[in-house]
């Protein structure tokens, strides 16, 4: 099931409405109809299960079925470590971390 990343202002009365590019991308490469089924979650870790209700040029809305609390990032702490590079390419790695 797909998944889109929404805000909370997108949300209003049950129903979620998705534009832009998230929009495109369920009309134009997904090629939903309605009553497809998607999954928008906000930054918060909340997630909605929805039902496409009306799509139209600009914008997707769609019902929300359910919502679901779930925790989205990894329980894992990560660490990269860069080996010691000859001659003067060490400074070239300290420009990239940075940025």
Do not use: W
């Not at 930054?43 to 929300?64: A, F, K, M, N």
Request: charged share 25%; hydrophobic share 30%; aromatic share 4%.
């Amino acid at each position: 099931m797909q998944r889109y990343f929404i805000n909370h202002s997108q949300i209003n009365d049950g129903y979620v409405t998705l534009t832009d590019d998230a929009a495109k991308h369920i009309r134009r490469v997904m090629r939903m109809t309605t009553g497809d089924k998607v999954i928008c979650c906000t930054d918060g870790g909340q997630c909605y299960l929805s039902e496409l209700t009306s799509l139209t040029e600009d914008s997707v809305q769609g019902r929300i079925i359910s919502q679901e609390n779930k925790q989205v990032e990894l329980p894992i702490h990560v660490t990269i470590a860069q080996g010691l590079p000859k001659g003067d390419k060490l400074e070239l790695v300290i420009q990239r971390e940075q940025n």
